[in-house]
Nanobody, 120 residues
Framework: QVQLVESGGGLVQPGGSLRLSCTVSGSIFRIVAMGWYRHTPGKERELVAQ???????TYADSVKGRFTISRNDAKNACYLEINNLKPEDTAVYYCNLRGYRDYVTALDEWGQGTLVTVSS
């Protein structure tokens, strides 16, 4: 069974920084992409950043220039560096993995989420 565990959230003042981590355990044949999503009550979950197996990255317009996604395949981990935090970045951040358990079985796994609160 594949499990994703996020960490690194917390309370930060506007303009501050955080580094979110996502650690993956379990058997995975191939990772297609890993991403970070966020959810705020009353809004839909939105993609914040994604990195593919080939290293291509995608960012939401609202976080470009402030967020950086990276992967460490040796550690089965994915990270999100968040700089210049704004109150509107307050949300629960979720790690997502898309890939394959074997040649035919697709994976779409989520972590439990980590809360980021930006407030003075």
């Amino acid at each position: 069974q594949v499990q994703l565990v996020e960490s690194g959230g917390g309370l930060v003042q506007p303009g501050g920084s955080l580094r979110l981590s996502c650690t993956v355990s379990g058997s995975i044949f191939r990772i297609v992409a890993m991403g970070w999503y966020r959810h705020t009550p009353g809004k839909e979950r939105e993609l914040v950043a994604q990195v593919t197996s080939g290293g291509s990255t995608t960012y939401a317009d609202s976080v470009k220039g402030r967020f950086t996604i990276s992967r460490n395949d040796a550690k089965n981990a994915c990270y999100l560096e968040i700089n210049n935090l704004k109150p509107e970045d307050t949300a629960v951040y979720y790690c997502n993995l898309r890939g394959y358990r074997d040649y035919v079985t697709a994976l779409d796994e989520w972590g439990q989420g980590t809360l980021v609160t930006v407030s003075s």
